[in-house]
């Protein structure tokens, strides 16, 4: 699970610029997140760390209102 710790926390730096305490906690945030996961494959992991720390679909769902 490390590795796909540390491959999220390179593409997440890529992504946002995080203070050494901002990575940090995400650090520990995605940790406990993935840690809770019921699968081993790093890849998928990775995937659902990343988009764990950017808020998940939710987060970026398009507003649609009709017209």
């Known amino acids: 699970m490390q590795a796909a710790v540390d491959r999220v926390m390179h593409a997440y730096g ?3 610029n995080l203070t050494l305490e901002e990575e940090r906690a995400a650090r520990e945030r995605v940790t406990a997140f993935l840690a809770q996961s ?7 992991l990775a995937v ?5 720390l950017r ?3 939710e987060a970026r769902r398009r507003n649609t209102k009709a017209a």
């Open 48 to 52: 659902e760390g990343i988009k764990f």
């Open 38 to 44: 019921e699968t081993d494959d790093e890849n998928k």
């Open 14 to 16: 890529m992504l946002v």
């Open 55 to 57: 808020g998940g679909k």
